[in-house]
């Protein structure tokens, strides 16, 4: 699956990632350097259904405050849902 191209809206990146549920993800900040990174932001699903990062084919486990998805090492992130089509997200690598 790849994005469609990256715009940029009051200076955050805003990026449409196709799939089985498309997402429109609003990236609002990141902490750390490569290998050791966080990214966190919004994003507004079509269908309201919640996603894995970048809209990633991971499966997503519900905990007590959100959904999580675990990747290779310690690749992990959380989304939490906001309303019926929005959701916060937050992915650690």
């Known amino acids: ?11 955050r990146a805003v ?6 549920n498309p ?3 609003f990236m609002t900040g990141y902490t750390g350097l490569v290998p050791s990174a966080g990214y966190h932001g919004l994003y507004y699903s079509l269908d309201g259904s919640p ?3 970048q ?14 998805w675990r990747g290779e090492g310690d690749d992990w992130g ?3 849902r906001l309303d019926d089509h929005w959701f916060t997200f937050e992915a650690y690598f």
């Open 1 to 11: 699956m790849l994005p469609r191209p990256t715009l940029r809206a009051c200076g």
């Open 15 to 20: 990026t449409y990632w196709d799939g089985q």
């Open 23 to 25: 997402i429109i993800e």
């Open 51 to 53: 996603a894995a990062f």
């Open 55 to 68: 809209n990633t084919s991971r499966p997503l486990a519900r905990g007590k405050d959100g959904f999580y």
């Open 78 to 80: 959380k989304t939490t």
